[in-house]
């Protein structure tokens, strides 16, 4: 049975992107000047992101006390799940891609803009708010996350994280 790990936290230049074109966003929707368009984005960010952010804290949260005691945690890999995730990707991808071309001639530009612009800033402050929490977590438990995953030697058997206290080998 092989191991294979990376890092589970995002680095400081992914962290410094991601709040880099947020705040670029911000600017754009501002600058629009549209009310609407301001109150859709604010309303859709904030709650896509805390979504996402509740979601992955509270996944990450009931392993964290294991990965303290134990070191790692994993669970079998659903090979079922992750093909219909990907048949469910494959699907939403072009939905995603024109439906929003199909609306900008329903909406109004000012709700479709927000509405366009939350969702995807939403998702990545979802994204940048949960690499902070657990940024804060492993500086808080003096160590590193890391994704863990176990192979037989042609597919995966196991993902999970795995946690390394500082001065352990890592």
Known sequence: MFRDEAKAVA???????WSVLLLLSAYLIADSEILSAIEVWALIVAIIGLIA???????????????????????PYDHRKQFRTLLLVV?????????????????????????????????????????????????KNSGKLF????????QITHMGMSFVRNGDNV
């Open 11 to 17: 680095g400081p230049r992914s962290l410094a992107f």
């Open 53 to 75: 952010l509740y979601y992955r804290v509270g996944k990450f949260s009931k392993n964290s006390s294991e990965l303290l005691m134990a070191g790692e945690t994993s669970a």
């Open 147 to 154: 994704v863990l995953q176990r192979w037989d030697g042609r």
């Open 91 to 139: 699907f939403m991808t072009p939905v995603a891609f024109f439906l929003p071309l199909l609306l900008a001639s329903r909406l109004s530009f000012g709700l479709w803009l927000g509405s366009i612009l939350g969702v995807i800033d939403g998702w990545v402050l979802g994204i940048l708010l949960y690499n902070l929490y657990l940024l804060d977590w492993q500086r």
